[in-house]
């Protein structure tokens, strides 16, 4: 079924889960363009939607909400869908709904710690609460035959980091889950805003090792910081694999970079890139979607390149007055390697 450009799959066609790469859920970001551009770079990464809650997708706009491109959807791409919430029976609507969508995976996030997540009790602040999020896991797990699994930090405020998340992960994996996604940095909910708590207090992924070595039934998958190839690659063999947010969302070829260090894999060259993008821009304009809501995700494809500040500014100031589909991401590719090679000429 298709809805707006959009499409439901069958989630018995997708291949097998590789989580050696990921890319975090984060909010007004990783929505199914940002998705589409990020498929290009990493074909084998996993992806993540933005966090949805549960109570919109019981009562919103599903269609919209939910369903996938129809280019990702033929290109078998695996994406996990991230919940919010803490009621069982709720996430286990949600899950339910969710099922003729194709998702990969179906995720609960215990890591966020804005003060509207807070609020609606859900985010990091449950994991003050493991015996309720078991209780959410368990019913999750009850009503889908795909794995559902965690998101959450190392601890939140004066949380013992060494018992408070041995007994949260204790109490999730009794649920029946098998992977856990990380982040090595504690929530600060009292204190310390959101933007502040990206940086205080530190990174300890040591920490994350420890119950990586300790339950080493799970999947333990490392997240927060890696925002290069050679601290990936670093900290990589004590996990299951490791997901990249903000670094992936700002400069998206470490992507790629990733993906040859881990695989021998090349991925197509910028200008490439932008070229699949401007066809995927030519049909969802065609349908109405704005052609900003694509470019913006795309900002960060020449990072630390010759015509990066060309390709930021056009793209930035012009896509909102632009109707031609991807015209403009096809001229602004074609400048930006002009100057490369005048360069290297």
Not at 161 to 178: K, M, N, Q, S, T
Not at 235 to 245: D, I, N, S
Not at 268 to 291: N, Q, W
Request: net charge negative; hydrophobic share 45%.
């Amino acid at each position: 079924m298709i809805y707006n450009g959009i499409m439901k799959r069958d989630a018995t066609s997708l291949p097998a889960l590789d989580r050696r790469l990921c890319v975090a859920p984060m909010m007004d970001w990783t929505d199914r363009h940002c998705r589409h551009f990020h498929r290009h770079i990493a074909p084998g990464a996993l992806l993540f939607t933005e966090m949805v809650t549960a109570d919109a997708v019981i009562h919103g706009d599903r269609e919209r909400l939910l369903a996938q491109a129809p280019e990702d959807v033929a290109a078998r791409v695996c994406v996990a869908l991230q919940l919010g919430g803490s009621d069982p029976a709720r996430l286990a609507e949600a899950t339910r709904l969710a099922a003729d969508y194709g998702y990969a995976e179906i995720n609960l996030n215990v890591g966020c710690p804005s003060d509207r997540v807070q609020s609606g009790r859900f985010g990091a602040c449950l994991m003050a609460e493991p015996k309720l999020v078991a209780d959410c896991m368990a019913a999750m797990t009850a009503v889908t035959d795909l794995p559902v699994t965690v998101k959450c930090r190392i601890g939140i405020d004066d949380m013992d980091p060494e018992a408070g998340l041995d007994d949260f992960i204790d109490a999730v994996a009794a649920a029946g889950v098998r992977v856990i996604y990380l982040h090595a940095r504690k929530a600060w909910l009292n204190g310390l805003s959101p933007k502040e708590n990206r940086d205080i207090p530190p990174l300890d992924y040591d920490r994350a090792a420890r119950l990586a070595g300790r339950r080493p039934d799970l999947e333990v998958i490392l997240n927060g910081g890696l925002d290069s190839v050679d601290i990936v690659m670093r900290e990589v063999p004590r996990f299951a694999g490791a997901m990249l947010g903000r670094a992936a969302y700002r400069t998206p070829m470490i992507l790629a970079d990733l993906t040859a260090a881990m695989d021998g894999r090349d991925a197509p060259s910028r200008f490439e890139i932008a070229g699949r993008m401007a066809d995927y821009a030519d049909s969802r304009v065609a349908e109405g979607v704005p052609l900003h809501s694509i470019t913006r995700h795309m900002l960060g494809l020449y990072h630390g390149q010759r015509g990066a500040r060309l390709w930021r500014r056009h793209l930035g100031e012009e896509a909102r007055n632009r109707k031609d589909g991807g015209g403009l991401i096809r001229e602004v590719a074609a400048a930006c390697e002009e100057m490369a090679t005048g360069m290297a000429a």
